[in-house]
């Protein structure tokens, strides 16, 4: 269920309030911020004078996106030691579960967008993570990050930095944005530092703004009675106590030796400083988050509470929700909100006199009460109980819908009660993963059939599936911090319009698809396993039949971000997320969610067509990671995906994730180029939807991305004009480290699996050598390719055998190799002033032009016979040789080119 959210800022700039409506599953209303700027210094470190209820409120109604490197931890390092000592009041999480105030912590990579701090890798890069996070997170309402040193800057620094902010604030109106002081730095009152954080206080308390003063702060002891800073204070908390220069006293250590541990402070970690100044930074983040959450800042003198709610009653809605009531409480001043208490715990907060609360248990009594608070703080005491008792659960799945696109349907139902009333509204990849792991004993199955389904006694179903199907646990690929860090998004299973994606599917709603076999009328039907007891019970609820045609489905849109300065480009980039339910032949599998990525660039106009660049992920990345934006100048569109299985970007057996490897169970089987299929797929759909030149793709990556590229290229020719890749596999079966992995997906070598022609082993298939030498009439793209003598990993021989195939098959390359190890990078052809670009190509290739095919050229040098110890340690192949395209005759009887070395 969704609420209406009002949420009132004050825009300086126009002098007026505007205000704006959030949907979203906050349960109390944002308050009005005042007109004032709101500063937090070291006035604000009495934790006792913070009304309880803003504590509630903020935990209730705040997600908090942090960037910091080591100094900003100081803050979240106070706070968790705070919630240690104080307790649960306190406690704070990145997905606010279990109660807890809702701070995404990004120590470093905030957002996994390459933005540190401030000022770290630039003084801008921060606000384009912000962009593009915001974007991609919409329930996040507000925005803090920190500096590290480089506050130390120029004036003209530091006014980049608050226009920065005020362009933000702009544009995401409903996100409170947080500035923020650098740390001290011993240069004292003069020095440039204090300047410079006296231009931030200036700017914040001149235009209004939301300012976290965390170099006065750390100025100040709790007593309040000395500048620290004006004795040349240090992050640490030295200072110079007899005024020659020189800092001998700390006024940390020297508080904390005068007061006592676990009563006037705490011990906590604090980088670069002791603890009693993250103790006080996290005081003040506390007295933050209050007055963002609504609370003035003034405690005052009215000890008055509002008047007990009257009128309390309760209202079933199902067997998980009940819906609360009451009379409106008054006050010598005014009521702030209500506090709902169940079982006499606290719930939550609110502003109305209504509260539905939610994730309950099937046929249970529970007591409810309410309480009513002003804006000061003062509560009066909790009304007469009512007893609400829930509806008995129907046990089975209910709400079972359908929709059918392009050959694929796609269902969605209601996960059961006892599942619904554990999922949170946002998680992270890893909750969502824990999640399915912890409810594993409750499953769905899925039936169809040609005809009217009465009972799925004697069916089998096309597909069990686990809890949770609603959440995307795979965009970040599967072995890195974002595949377990990562925010999870819920799929978006209707169509976009006009390229703007369909709203996700609620917390609690599963999603299935699969193609079905035949034209035609579709009955299906969803029921719920637990503890491997199926509830077989059919209703309206659980079936339905489906209009259906026979096809692949499309890719349906999920999200668009827009983002600067993409991978060391320039210019705003466009990034569409889609998702595919991939089933045979694209997956081995039926209901396979795969994510893709298409990036338009700047400069793309729909009149002129672009080169598609296919980039394949390294191990451990995921469909954001690439290694160039390939001849991003002279335009591309950027296409990626995910890879799973770790298959190489080859294929894999059609048993696998059906049934265990082993000898006798795969050689019943073949493998198949399900990856390669997908891919090539979804390429020609993206040459459908925008307007793309065919004839010049381009595919590279990276390690086992570059090994996939060429395996790609070679076997896909009249799709492949240009293959990039970095240190790949060529042989699969000689590399020294990773022959195994390619075992996973083809069965280990000695079974002896086959391809799916039914002749060719499918280690030979996938071995570019012997592929090139029994292929040689086939046409093959340009390959531009390197790697290094000394990669034990990936194998140096069998990158030679390859090499000595290419020129015996007479195809055109380049290659460069050398002692970079894993790092070799590979050379594109010179243009023909003999510059080179290891993102750019500066030869037009294209699949329906000639390519020359150079071999044994007098520059070339010699990487030896396999050995890493023979032949020169570094050098190429081709790497010198330059030819035009412009006056290519390529004619039955009249063949010429031009080329050079350069």
Request: hydrophobic share 35%; aromatic share 10%.
């Amino acid at each position: 269920m969704h609420l209406l959210h009002l949420v009132l800022r004050l825009w300086n700039r126009s002098k007026a309030l505007v205000l704006f409506a959030l949907v979203s599953s906050f349960s109390a209303l944002w308050t009005e911020l005042p007109a004032q700027a709101i500063i937090i210094d070291h006035n604000c470190t009495n934790l006792s004078a913070i009304p309880e209820n803003y504590i509630h409120l903020a935990k209730q109604n705040l997600c908090i996106a942090y960037g910091h490197t080591s100094h900003g931890s100081q803050i979240t390092t106070g706070m968790t030691g705070l919630a240690n000592w104080k307790g649960s009041l306190y406690t704070w999480n990145g997905s606010g579960s279990n109660g807890a105030l809702r701070l995404i912590d990004y120590y470093g990579n905030f957002g996994g967008l390459g933005a540190n701090d401030l000022g770290s890798p630039t003084r801008t890069a921060w606000e384009a993570a912000t962009r593009t996070y915001l974007a991609a997170n919409p329930h996040v309402n507000v925005i803090i990050w920190s500096w590290c040193g480089q506050v130390d800057g120029t004036q003209a620094d530091i006014q980049q930095y608050l226009d920065l902010m005020d362009g933000l604030e702009d544009d995401f109106s409903s996100v409170k944005f947080v500035y923020m002081t650098g740390h001290l730095n011993g240069g004292g009152a003069a020095g440039n530092v204090n300047v410079r954080n006296n231009q931030i206080r200036a700017y914040c308390q001149a235009n209004g703004k939301i300012l976290y003063d965390f170099a006065d702060i750390e100025s100040y002891d709790p007593d309040g009675l000395v500048n620290y800073m004006e004795l040349i204070a240090n992050d640490n908390c030295d200072y110079d106590s007899d005024g020659n220069g020189s800092r001998d006293r700390n006024w940390a250590t020297v508080w904390q030796g005068a007061h006592t541990q676990n009563v006037d402070w705490y011990s906590c970690s604090s980088a670069h400083s002791e603890p009693l100044n993250a103790n006080r930074k996290a005081y003040a983040a506390w007295y933050l988050w209050a007055r963002l959450a609504g609370w003035s800042g003034q405690t005052g003198l009215d000890t008055t509470p509002p008047t007990v709610p009257a009128g309390l009653s309760g209202e079933v809605l199902s067997a998980t929700e009940v819906s609360l009531s009451w009379d409106a409480s008054t006050d010598n001043v005014g009521v702030a909100g209500y506090r709902v208490y169940r079982n006499g715990v606290s719930l939550g907060t609110t502003a109305t006199t209504a509260y539905t609360d939610s994730g309950l248990q099937p046929t249970t009594s529970y007591d409810y009460s309410v309480s009513a608070y002003d804006a000061i703080g003062n509560e009066c005491v909790m009304s007469p109980p009512v007893t609400v008792t829930t509806l008995a659960a129907s046990g089975g799945v209910f709400g079972l819908g359908s929709r059918h696109h392009a050959g694929q349907t796609i269902l969605t139902w209601n996960e059961v009660p006892e599942v619904a009333a554990q999922i949170p509204e946002t998680m992270t990849v890893g909750e969502v993963k824990a999640m399915r792991t912890a409810m594993n004993g409750i499953r769905y199955r899925i039936y169809r059939s040609n005809s009217q389904i009465d009972s799925v006694a004697g069916m089998t179903p096309v597909k069990e599936v686990s809890v949770l199907r609603g959440w995307n646990s795979e965009l970040y690929g599967l072995e890195n911090s974002q595949a377990t860090n990562g925010v999870a998004y819920r799929f978006v299973v209707a169509p976009d319009v006009n390229s703007v994606p369909g709203t996700p599917v609620a917390r609690d709603v599963a999603v299935f698809a699969m193609n079905p076999p035949s034209a035609g009328t579709g009955y299906y039907a969803v029921t719920v396993v637990r503890d491997g007891v199926e509830d077989t019970s059919l209703s309206s609820a659980n079936r339905l039949s489906v209009q259906e045609t026979v096809g692949q489905g499309e890719p349906i849109l999920q999200r668009v971000v827009d983002v600067e300065d993409h991978h060391y480009t320039e210019g705003i980039s466009r990034h569409y997320y889609y998702t595919r339910w991939e089933c045979p032949p694209h997956s081995s599998i039926i209901d396979r969610p795969i994510d893709y990525r298409v990036v338009v660039p700047p400069h793309y106009n729909p009149q002129n067509p672009m080169p598609v660049l296919l980039s394949n992920h390294g191990w451990g990345g995921n469909l954001n990671g690439l290694s160039w934006w390939m001849n991003f100048e002279s335009g591309s569109i950027l296409v990626s995906t995910n890879q799973e299985p770790y298959d190489w970007w080859t294929g894999y057996h059609e048993l696998r994730g059906i049934v265990s490897p082993s000898q006798s169970a795969w050689s019943q089987g073949v493998v198949r180029p399900y990856t390669q299929r997908r891919i090539n797929a979804f390429y020609d759909w993206v040459c459908d939807h925008w307007n793309v030149d065919r004839s010049r793709a381009i595919w590279c990556g990276v390690s086992m991305g570059g090994s996939g590229s060429i395996m790609h290229g070679i076997r896909n020719p009249d799709r492949v004009a240009w293959v990039n890749s970095w240190v790949g596999v060529h042989v699969p079966a000689e590399s020294p480290t990773f022959r195994s992995s390619y075992e996973n997906s083809y069965g280990q070598l000695g079974w002896n699996i086959l391809y799916e022609d039914g002749i060719t082993p499918a280690f030979s298939w996938f071995d570019d050598d012997w592929y090139l030498r029994n292929h040689v009439a086939d046409e093959t793209p340009f390959i531009s390719f390197s790697n290094g003598k000394n990669d034990s990993a990936i194998g140096w021989s069998q990158a030679v055998k390859f090499l000595r195939a290419l020129q015996d098959t007479k195809r055109p390359f380049t290659f460069d190799f050398g002692m970079s190890g894993h790092n070799q990078r590979a050379l594109n052809p010179p243009n023909i002033d003999g510059q080179r670009s290891e993102s750019v190509n500066p030869i037009d290739i294209r699949t329906d032009q000639s390519l020359p095919a150079f071999n044994n050229c007098s520059v070339d040098d010699n990487p030896g016979n396999g050995d890493p110890a023979d032949g020169d340690e570094s050098g190429q192949i081709n790497a010198y040789l330059f030819w035009t395209t412009g006056d290519i005759v390529d004619q039955p009887a009249e063949w010429a080119m031009t080329i050079g070395l350069v």
